[in-house]
């Protein structure tokens, strides 16, 4: 619109006059013709077209005075300025539009201010009767919500529960006495034949189990079980479970793989079988939350302990996603914050991050790289696998050992370290044995690194940490009984942590001296719980 063409008149209205081009200041354009001695024909009568009249019939309006047709335009501007801001300060969304001044203090009446402490007053009663209200709230649907609600709990939406549960920072004490009783019958086991607290109440089982200690001792000597050996090896083939020495022996140092654990490929094993893959392919490294990515840490701690009791040096890899894993709105990304950060605080659990920034980064392809360079056992999801008749199974990447979770209450895991495929050549099946798996095949492997081997000392430490976690189950149990009572038996008086004689002089004054006793007692407790 030509704003600098329009005046308005006296009912306001927009009246369009000429286009005026503004003269310079102090100009005077003369209001009639003088003729000069000449006549005008005279030469001192013709001026310079810039000081000639303008008779046109579209500039006849046009002030003989150039100062005060300056003045004009500076009016008609400020006119219309005036009219767009009175139009926009109309419209709340137009704030770019408002005057300079208008939120300078000192031009809110006093009245508005007073109004408004009123008002902040109101609402701070208001809220504080909220609060008193919630305090008091006996339903414990009601006090369930309020407490979802709660800007400090911190919670996870889960389908199972039919929207957001809220997640503990600490054990509560039905799950502490389950942890505590399950501690307490391995510990019964480990320090039965300890001078303080000998116990002769043996089962046939366990009486064969004190015999395969005894005699494997025997056969390697007590000083082989001093800080610096490395860890016993441990297989489930066999119940109970058979213990390997992995000193230098006839077959010479035994060096087992470290394990590399794909921790999105545990969350994807226990989903159902039409859900997406999470992190496939070229994915982004912080997706948007979603209640498919919660990560199930009990699973996740099941692997660990795995192999942690077979002797194996154990890493977890999450992607960047999970590192942050509590979001600003206090709403978790795992489902168990005791056990997630302790494994984290443990050194279990690292993040893998796209630290260059690459756009063709894929998790999957990292993780395997990492699997390679240090000939790992690699726990992941065939799922990952793009072409998998391709494989050749000779790069340990390629040797994939997927867990099994069992749709029960507690997951139950299945996981079986040997490999069975199809050779496409002759069309039969070949196996790939779980010590080809586990160890590393030739004794020169540069891989085969004395920093990368777990030593019995850290083997010990680590599982009496984990066992402070979760009750254990079966197989794991009597495992690390063994374990346990191994390096009791052989004095090698190593730290453990919540599971030394201390610990469970303590608990037979909590639980008694005889199992019958302690499972009475949790009975008891969890009635009341």
């Not at 399950?182 to 019964?188: A, G, P, V």
């Not at 260059?356 to 799922?383: A, M």
């Not at 079966?474 to 610990?503: C, W, Y």
Request: proline letters at 6%; one cysteine or more.
């Amino acid at each position: 619109m030509d704003y600098l063409n329009q005046m308005i008149d006296e009912n306001e209205d927009i009246v369009y006059r000429n286009r005026i081009n503004p003269p310079s200041f102090g100009r005077v354009f003369p209001t009639t013709q003088s003729q000069g001695p000449a006549g005008p024909s005279s030469s001192s009568n013709r001026r310079n077209p810039e000081e000639r009249p303008i008779h046109s019939a579209e500039n006849r309006d046009i002030p003989l005075n150039a100062q005060q047709e300056w003045d004009l335009n500076e009016a008609l501007r400020a006119s219309i300025s005036e009219k767009q801001r009175n139009q926009n300060s109309r419209n709340p969304r137009s704030f770019r539009y408002r005057h300079e001044d208008d939120e300078d203090e000192e031009d809110v009446p006093q009245a508005k201010w007073n109004k408004l402490e009123a008002d902040l007053k109101e609402l701070s009663i208001f809220l504080k009767n909220q609060q008193a209200e919630k305090a008091l709230e006996t339903r414990p649907d009601k006090k369930y919500r309020n407490l979802v609600e709660s800007e400090k709990s911190i919670k996870i939406f889960s389908k199972k529960d039919s929207g957001y549960r809220i997640l503990q920072e600490q054990r509560s004490e039905k799950e502490q006495l389950e942890i505590d009783f399950s501690n307490f019958e391995m510990l019964k086991f480990a320090f039965s034949r300890h001078p303080e607290v000998l116990n002769m109440d043996w089962n046939p089982m366990e009486v064969q189990i004190f015999y395969k200690i005894d005699r494997f001792i025997g056969d390697n000597e007590e000083t082989a079980f001093r800080q610096g050996a490395l860890s016993v090896a441990m297989d489930f083939e066999n119940f109970p479970p058979n213990l390997t020495w992995r000193g230098s022996g006839n077959k010479g140092l035994v060096m087992l793989r470290p394990v590399v654990i794909d921790g999105v490929a545990v969350l994807t094993a226990t989903m159902p079988d039409d859900s997406p893959r999470p992190f496939y392919g070229i994915a982004p490294e912080m997706p948007i939350y979603q209640e498919i990515l919660n990560l199930p840490v009990k699973a996740v701690f099941d692997v660990i302990m795995n192999f942690v009791i077979r002797g194996h040096k154990t890493c977890v890899f999450l992607p960047k996603y999970y590192k942050n894993y509590i979001t600003p709105g206090r709403i978790s990304k795992v489902d168990d914050l005791v056990v997630f950060r302790k494994l984290i605080d443990l050194g279990l659990i690292k993040f893998l991050e796209n630290r260059e920034g690459r756009e063709s980064w894929n998790w999957f392809l990292e993780i395997s790289r990492i699997v390679d360079q240090t000939g790992s056992v690699f726990v992941s999801s065939l799922d990952y696998r793009r072409k998998p008749e391709d494989q050749k199974y000779e790069k340990p990447s390629d040797r994939i050992i997927q867990p099994i979770f069992w749709n029960t209450f507690d997951r139950v895991m299945v996981l079986e370290p040997s490999i069975r495929y199809k050779d496409e050549n002759d069309n039969s099946f070949r196996t790939i044995t779980a010590e080809q798996v586990l160890q590393f095949a030739e004794p020169d492997d540069e891989r085969a690194q004395l920093g990368e081997q777990l030593y019995l000392d850290k083997q010990i430490e680590l599982i009496c940490h984990l066992c402070q976690l979760y009750p254990t189950k079966s197989m794991h149990k009597v495992s690390i009984q063994q374990l346990l009572h191994l390096v009791v038996r052989a004095n090698s008086n190593f730290d453990m942590p919540g599971m030394n004689l201390e610990t469970y002089l303590g608990m037979c004054e909590r639980f008694g001296n005889h199992q019958n006793d302690a499972e009475d007692f949790v009975d008891d407790n969890n009635s009341n719980v």
